[in-house]
């Protein structure tokens, strides 16, 4: 179900803007600049997914090198775990 939903414009920008409303914790920048390239990578549109100040931010200090999606971060979700959009189909 994640790939249709990729097709839906409306809903991924939705959900970004939810996701970026509100202010994120240091630590997961990283981790949410990763899906954002991730779902770049799965062909959603990088004018449906704007960079909050504070993400424009961790991009220019954390550097292009630094954010494979992929990479493991510890105890944070995979980064190219992306089951958080079958949670939104379950919470619809």
Same mark, same amino acid.
Do not use: C
């Given at each position: 179900?994640?790939?249709?939903?990729?097709? #839906? @414009? !409306?809903?991924?920008?939705?959900?970004?803007?939810?996701?970026?409303?509100?202010?994120? %914790?240091?630590?997961?920048?990283? /981790?949410?600049? /990763?899906? @954002?390239?991730?779902?770049? %990578? =799965?062909?959603?549109?990088? #004018? #449906?997914?704007? =960079?909050?100040? +504070?993400?424009?931010?961790?991009?220019?200090? $954390?550097?292009?090198? #630094? $954010?494979?999606?992929? +990479?493991? !971060?510890?105890?944070?979700?995979?980064? /190219?775990? =992306?089951?958080? $959009?079958?949670?939104?189909?379950?919470?619809?």
């Amino acid at each position: 179900m994640p790939a249709q939903r990729l097709g #839906d @414009r !409306e809903f991924i920008a939705a959900r970004w803007h939810g996701v970026i409303s509100r202010q994120i %914790q240091f630590r997961m920048l990283k /981790s949410y600049l /990763s899906k @954002r390239i991730a779902l770049l %990578q =799965l062909g959603a549109q990088e #004018d #449906d997914l704007p =960079l909050s100040p +504070e993400l424009a931010n961790a991009t220019e200090t $954390l550097g292009p090198a #630094d $954010l494979a999606p992929g +990479e493991s !971060e510890g105890d944070v979700t995979d980064d /190219s775990d =992306l089951s958080f $959009l079958d949670n939104a189909e379950r919470s619809e």
